[in-house]
């Protein structure tokens, strides 16, 4: 699988991204046997890029992705996780976790101060068993920006420096507030979650000029924008940024969806395939949860598309002019 630099920096990162949110149990619980196994068939189709957080299932995601230095060289792959939630031990008293469908054992605290990007560090590296973090990323920031830039990011260049990781960024979805961080600041990628896929191209405004601009690479997540791209006919209970997708989304996702069959291809294929032809998008990453969702999305990853679906996305007023697509 082919393999692209991040920013300046000395990291590499394979173009199918391996998301570990479903690992925490994002929606619905996963057993340890099947994210064993949609782990092992992520490395297995070549996949050598896995990002995790704290927050994915209260360090659940992370001590299972951390299983996968076990018995492989450390260097083979690209490891990613993220700070701004430190995560505080509680009583759960039987109680599920809020967001994901784990055990309430632990409340997270925002928290993106210099002390509070080291700790979660620190606690990030014991859950995982590692010695080290190749990529960080500040994580969803936008309610706390300007505590983010002030101090979150000065605390991650100081780690960088360190040694400690490898590349430096944010993950968010305010495209506006991204391109400030690419604008002000010293990052080397930014993870952008999904605004800059098939149903929505405001990146183009603003995030990717700047990236180009900057140097700086771009990670394309939520790529399916939750779920009305993720399958090839998108059906009426399609979500759209985890919410029922309005009438208007999902009969845009409907025609993209009847543009590629022509052509004989999914709508997966082509949402996995679109952000991989701006020049400053690295990679895409992908959550997955079991054996059979990876192998589902490695074979899209993989599938031949002419420039001819392009051309005709275009012309029917699915693409905006700006994105670059093969000619």
């Not at 704290?54 to 299972?64: A, F, L, M, V």
């Not at 990628?189 to 990236?211: E, I, K, N, Q």
Request: with cysteine; hydrophobic share 40%.
């Amino acid at each position: 699988m082919k393999r692209n630099r991040l920013g300046d920096s000395d990291v590499h990162v394979t173009e199918l991204g391996f998301g570990g949110g479903p690992l925490g149990g994002l929606l619905e619980a996963v057993d340890d046997d099947t994210a064993a196994g949609a782990l092992e068939a992520a490395w297995d189709s070549g996949i050598r890029y896995f990002d995790t957080s704290p927050h994915y299932g209260i360090g659940q995601s992370e001590r299972r992705i951390g299983a996968l230095s076990r018995g492989r060289p450390r260097d083979a792959w690209t490891l990613s996780t993220k700070v701004g939630r430190v995560l505080v031990p509680q009583d759960g008293a039987g109680r599920k976790d809020e967001a994901f469908e784990v055990p309430a054992s632990h409340r997270r605290v925002w928290d993106f101060t210099r002390d509070g990007v080291l700790r979660s560090v620190e606690d990030s590296l014991t859950r995982m068993g590692v010695d080290r973090i190749d990529v960080l990323y500040l994580h969803d920031a936008e309610e706390h920006f300007e505590d983010a830039l002030r101090d979150g990011c000065p605390a991650l260049a100081e780690l960088r420096a360190q040694g400690t990781v490898g590349a430096i960024g944010a993950g968010m979805y305010h495209t506006g507030k991204l391109t400030r961080l690419v604008e002000e600041t010293d990052v080397d990628v930014v993870m952008l979650s999904g605004r800059y896929t098939l149903l929505d191209h405001s990146a183009l405004d603003d995030l990717l000029p700047a990236c180009a601009a900057r140097g700086v690479s771009v990670l394309a997540a939520s790529v399916f924008n939750s779920g009305v791209l993720a399958t090839p006919h998108p059906s009426d209970g399609a979500t759209y940024d985890y919410a029922p997708a309005a009438p208007r989304t999902l009969e845009r996702a409907r025609r993209l969806a009847a543009v590629c069959a022509a052509h004989g291809v999914t709508l997966p294929a082509a949402a996995m395939k679109f952000p991989l032809h701006h020049p400053v998008v690295a990679g895409v990453v992908v959550g997955m949860r079991s054996a059979d969702e990876v192998r589902r999305n490695t074979e899209a990853y993989g599938a031949k598309i002419l420039a001819g679906l392009w051309a005709d996305l275009r012309a029917e007023g699915l693409l905006d002019a700006r994105a670059p697509v093969p000619a």
